[in-house]
């Protein structure tokens, strides 16, 4: 079984009421409504989709099934692509480099509709997704259990740029934030953002185990899209490349709010990971993303690098940027042209171990 929830705020344990879990210590309450505990403090949502066509959806994954509401209802209500980024398995390909086994607890923050945790867990002990959002939690609920699985456990948290996360240390083999770090500077004023995720960090390693792994799925700051003019999580291009206060400056003009959606370089995730007592990360890169990497590659292995960009640059269409990387890797030396990838790549996977 999952480690069981404990306080948030004092980190003592709860006991199971009629509709809600009491702290034995501080006595906070926490409702718990349909089998969903809820340890938010305050409201925060955030979605593709309004909360009454959330509600619409859930009703229609009760009565058709899951499925059959995002495909035939979900994708009406946003964009066709969006069935896959909600059902698609692939999205939790990045298993293949992590330590999951049929004993492993799994905790998946940010766990969005369920697409990795229901994926995973066949093949662990238990999942634990967290979000802050109760619809999707709920939908979460409702698909593992049309998908006949009974490990699945969902809660509703807040905002993970104040992480106080409801487990006793050293709850989890694996902890997996895929698309999340970068978000996580957002809602606090007053802390630089760097500092933000470096805490949400250490709360992670908390309840990781010792010897733990932790998976970030994130974008490169410096990936070379965001040179050609691919916007930024800011949704603005350019800001990801700036110096931090100038891009806050542009955001402030622009959207009357601080840049706060920090990403890193290859040596500055590494940092920010040391810096929040995790060992050395294995770095990966994941094409053509983390959201569903089709392929992995080992970020220091130049020989995977070369064969597979050489591999892949005979099957560019656009001319210019075949001969591009056809040029990058006929006349510079292998180790240049290999570190020039990993510093300019879209984007990251990485799989760093909680200290033992
Ligand atoms: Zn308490």
Redesign the pocket.
Known sequence: MAAPFF??????ELSAQTDELV??????RFPVEERLPDFSSRSHYWNQITEEQMEVILEIARLHGYRYAIEKIFTLLTDRSHAGYVLSESRADFRAILPITPESDVLDLGGGWGAVACTLAPGCRSVTTVDTNPYTLRFIQMRARQSGLDNVRPARIDPLDDARLPFPDGSFDVAIMNGVLEWVGEATEGVSPQEVQRRCLIEVRRVLKPGGALYVGIENRFAYGYFLGARDHSRLRYTSLMPRSLASLITRLRQGRPYRTYTYSYQGYKALLASAGFGSPELYLAIPSYRDPEYILPAEDDRAIAYFMRRRAAHIVDAMRRRTVQALFNRLPLSVSCRLVRQLFYSYLMVAEAPR
């Open positions: 306080c948030p705020w004092c980190r003592h702290c034995g210590a501080c006595h906070r």
